[in-house]
């Protein structure tokens, strides 16, 4: 995922890790204060500690690094700890954030998503993968149907059912905006206009 205002997030506000990749963070609650929240985080570069982040662990080339702050700050990281999904990617390229996480299932997704979505209205899902089931491979995305508008959902659904994408086609434009009761060239640029949106988010 990425968002293109992390300011609210504490890791952005280092500059020292500007332009680095960062391995496996975590954010918790401090257990001796609910108001404060600990970071964690790894990295396989040399990285010079600043302000309040302090080196933990050492492993050949991985570091392990802690800091504490406030809790209540609008950091993605943090939403997603509470819902239990951790954080194995996060890059700052160019003063946008981009996380890679895992969920435990679709329904979890789903709700962390909406989440995200409230929470950062600049968030932008770039892919989306789910584990392969055996020997199938699976390469998915999130399509976010909230882009398209309800009359272009009752249209696309419509041409759906009644067999507008199959092939040979079960029905055409005039037939199903007969159904729609509206002008054949109004149905074909709501299609038109719901594809596009799809098509961004499979691209």
Do not use: W
């Amino acid at each position: 995922m990425e968002f293109r205002t992390p300011e609210g997030c504490p890791l952005a506000k280092h500059s020292a890790l500007a332009e680095a990749t960062i391995h496996s963070v975590a954010v918790n609650a401090r257990p001796s204060d609910d108001t404060e929240l600990v970071t964690e985080f790894s990295m396989d570069a040399e990285y010079d500690p600043e302000g309040d982040i302090t080196p933990i662990f050492s492993h050949g080339s991985t570091r392990r690094y802690r800091f504490v702050h406030e809790d209540g700050v609008n950091c993605p990281c943090e939403c997603l700890g509470q819902h239990g999904c951790p954080v194995t990617r996060y890059d700052i390229r160019e003063g946008t954030l981009i996380l890679i996480f895992y969920a435990d299932g679709y329904d979890q997704l789903q709700d962390v998503i909406a989440d995200l979505r409230e929470r950062f209205p600049d968030v932008d899902i770039k892919r989306f993968v789910r584990s392969p089931a055996g020997e199938r491979t699976r390469d998915l995305v999130f399509v976010d149907r909230g882009k398209l508008t309800a009359r272009q959902r009752q249209i696309l659904r419509k041409a759906y059912e009644m067999g507008y994408f199959e092939r040979p086609r079960q029905a055409n434009a005039t037939e199903i905006a007969e159904a729609l009761d509206i002008n054949p060239s109004t149905f074909s640029e709501h299609l038109a206009a719901a594809e596009s949106k799809i098509l961004g988010d499979l691209f």
